[in-house]
């Protein structure tokens, strides 16, 4: 826990009057570790399949004497698996609901909260991520440095009826001013230009208590070799590699 000029010692163009000081804080190259992820995977004798969209899955199949899960893509193939784990981000509950056999009031509505990002022109003034106080469906409009030395404002919240809705108005910039003034009162009008959106994946809507994450397996939906993975919200990057350990150990 910082005072206001401790915090103000190690970034002095923050305004604040209190802070917390998280000092492993930091930033990753996402595609990266998806990269690496991946080549992981494929060094352990695993396979990635691209563009192969689920059409239909049949829980409890019987196929040449074998019980599993049987999946069918979008071109006609059959795979036989005696373990699915739907990670299917903003879209696993309409995966979810593609399962025969699993019962439907073990799939949650999906709700999309869009992200705006606006990106500062010029150089950063800060060193450190800066978080406001959380808001009610999100972190606030916060600061991040990207691996460039790149400052980005966001996201704010906004609910939209569509995972694809991923354009930034840029009116809504006159509402990142005053969030951002707030802690950095020398913010100069015209800074901020429009940048890029993304969808959380809520299970929870506007006005209702935040949802955590939810992790279903056999012992919630009684589908056996079956983990849904639904709302991993942006948290669910920095914790991934936990969440996989977690499903493991489920099935």
Same mark, same amino acid.
């Given at each position: 826990?910082?005072?206001?000029?401790?915090?103000?010692?190690?970034?002095?163009?923050?305004?604040?009057?209190?802070?917390?000081?998280?000092?492993?804080?930091?930033?990753?190259?996402?595609?990266?570790?998806?990269?690496?992820?991946?080549?992981?995977?494929?060094?352990?004798?695993?396979?990635?399949?691209?563009?192969?969209?689920?059409?239909?899955?049949?829980?409890?199949?019987?196929?040449?004497?074998?019980?599993?899960?049987l999946l069918t893509t979008?071109?006609?193939?059959?795979?036989?698996?005696?373990?699915?784990?739907?990670?299917?981000?903003?879209?696993?509950?309409?995966?979810?609901?593609?399962?025969?056999?699993?019962?439907?009031?073990?799939?949650?509505?999906?709700?999309?909260?869009?992200?705006?990002?606006?990106? %500062?022109? =010029?150089? $950063?003034? /800060?060193?450190?991520?800066?978080?406001? @106080?959380?808001? *009610?469906?999100? +972190?606030? &409009?916060?600061?991040?440095?990207? %691996?460039? =030395?790149? $400052?980005? /404002?966001?996201?704010?919240?906004?609910? @939209?009826?569509? *995972?694809?809705? +991923?354009? &930034?108005?840029?009116?809504?910039?006159?509402?990142?001013? $005053?969030?951002?003034?707030?802690?950095?009162?020398?913010?100069?009008?015209g800074q901020l230009t429009?940048?890029?959106?993304?969808?959380?994946?809520?299970?929870?809507?506007?006005?209702?208590?935040?949802?955590?994450?939810?992790?279903?397996?056999?012992?919630?939906?009684?589908?056996?070799?079956?983990?849904?993975?639904?709302?991993?919200?942006?948290?669910?990057?920095?914790?991934?590699?936990?969440?996989?350990?977690?499903?493991?150990?489920?099935?």
């Open positions: 826990l910082l005072t206001a000029e401790q915090a103000q010692a190690l970034e002095p163009a923050l305004a604040c009057v209190a802070a917390l000081h998280s000092p492993s804080t930091g930033i990753v190259d996402s595609h990266g570790l998806m990269l690496s992820l991946q080549g992981d995977l494929e060094n352990a004798g695993g396979m990635v399949v691209f563009n192969s969209p689920l059409a239909q899955a049949q829980c409890g199949a019987q196929v040449d004497g074998a019980q599993g899960i979008a071109d006609g193939t059959q795979l036989l698996a005696s373990t699915v784990v739907n990670a299917a981000g903003l879209w696993a509950p309409d995966v979810a609901r593609q399962f025969a056999g699993l019962p439907a009031e073990h799939v949650p509505t999906a709700y999309y909260a869009k992200g705006n990002y606006f990106v %500062l022109s =010029g150089r $950063a003034p /800060f060193t450190h991520l800066i978080y406001p @106080v959380p808001e *009610a469906a999100g +972190l606030g &409009v916060h600061l991040t440095l990207d %691996l460039g =030395g790149q $400052a980005k /404002f966001g996201p704010d919240v906004q609910w @939209v009826d569509s *995972a694809d809705d +991923l354009v &930034v108005d840029p009116q809504r910039g006159e509402g990142f001013y $005053a969030e951002v003034r707030r802690y950095w009162p020398a913010l100069q009008d429009t940048g890029y959106a993304g969808i959380r994946p809520k299970i929870s809507g506007p006005g209702e208590a935040a949802a955590d994450f939810c992790i279903q397996g056999e012992g919630v939906h009684g589908v056996a070799g079956l983990v849904n993975l639904f709302g991993i919200e942006s948290p669910g990057l920095t914790s991934s590699l936990a969440i996989a350990k977690a499903v493991a150990k489920m099935l």
